[in-house]
């Protein structure tokens, strides 16, 4: 493959993607692609699929989990069924994911330094040096203040807003194609939330990576994605670009998400303030609506 080829392909491709527990859908036919240095969010409610989905990328999903569909490929290789050791050697280099709580994304018991270090497993030419280097080189990338001697630091000694950098230098550090973000700015205060989506802004620009984020808060998604997926009882209703979207919802669930947010419903566009749950569910199911 040419590099030219390399460059253009998808980092992303889900092709009729479903997943059910004990025959319980939970995702429905999923198609959704990313292209290199694209920002795709994924909106609905709590429990429409959009982590089952996420998790599925990186295989982090249990094994009562049932998956099925055409292929789920990172940069062209599909991992649609794969087990264990095959996910784990594209979890790093080809994905990397930044979890909401950024106090339980590291073991309490031991330096920051020490548990970065372990993720460079792979790296088996970088001497003990080099890796310390590189860490440094990323918590300096993401804006931690004193990055090297962060690496002596427990998770405890940082707060929310530090130790959420330390966890997209971690995931950084792997070089990754796509950084799936699952609501990753929550567990955060607000200047905190705009300092972590400007760094994702400025990670796009400057090392060109494709982020999935996934958030409830309509407006994290307004402000920093290309690109928006609409999630309803597992299924895609709508996806399309930001702008088109929040100007034009056509399903009348992404309208309903809407209209709990007013300050994001763009003129023309009616109020739902009563969800219709049942209707909804018609309406994503493709079945009449009574
Ligand atoms: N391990 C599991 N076993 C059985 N059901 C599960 C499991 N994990 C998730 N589910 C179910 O799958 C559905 C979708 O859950 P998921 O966490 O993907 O939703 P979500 O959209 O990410 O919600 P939230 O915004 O609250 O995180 C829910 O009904 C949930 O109960």
Not at 126 to 138: C, D, F, G, N, T
Not at 229 to 256: C, K, L, S, W
Request: charged residues 20%.
């Amino acid at each position: 493959m040419s590099t030219e080829q390399q460059q253009t392909r998808p980092v992303l491709e889900i092709d009729e993607l479903s997943i059910s527990y004990g025959g319980r859908p939970t995702v429905s036919n999923v198609n959704l692609t990313i292209q290199p240095g694209e920002i795709v969010g994924i909106i609905g409610e709590s429990g429409s699929g959009k982590s089952t989905l996420a998790h599925s990328i990186l295989g982090l999903l249990p094994s009562s989990a049932a998956v099925s569909g055409k292929a789920l490929s990172l940069a062209g290789r599909n991992f649609l069924g794969a087990d264990g050791p095959a996910f784990r050697s594209v979890r790093g280099p080809g994905a990397a994911m930044v979890f909401q709580n950024p106090m339980t994304t590291f073991s309490p018991l031991h330096r920051l330094g020490d548990q970065l270090t372990d993720l460079l497993w792979r790296e088996t030419s970088l001497s003990k040096e080099e890796k310390r280097q590189r860490i440094v080189a990323v918590f300096k990338q993401v804006g931690l203040s004193n990055a090297a001697e962060r690496l002596s630091n427990y998770p405890f000694e940082l707060s929310g807003g530090m130790l959420q950098r330390v966890a997209i230098a971690a995931a950084l550090m792997m070089r990754p194609s796509l950084l799936i973000a699952d609501e990753p700015t929550t567990a955060l205060d607000v200047t905190m939330e705009a300092q972590i989506l400007h760094l994702i802004r400025e990670l796009r620009a400057e090392a060109g990576v494709a982020v999935l984020m996934i958030s409830h808060h309509l407006g994290v998604i307004a402000e920093i994605c290309d690109r928006v997926v609409v999630m309803y009882a597992g299924r895609v209703v709508e996806q399309g670009p930001v702008e088109d979207i929040f100007a034009n919802p056509t399903h009348p669930y992404t309208r309903a998400l809407f209209a709990c947010e007013p300050a994001l419903i763009a003129p023309g566009v009616d109020r739902m303030p009563v969800i219709d749950h049942e209707a909804l569910r018609r309406h994503a199911d493709g079945r009449k609506t009574a």
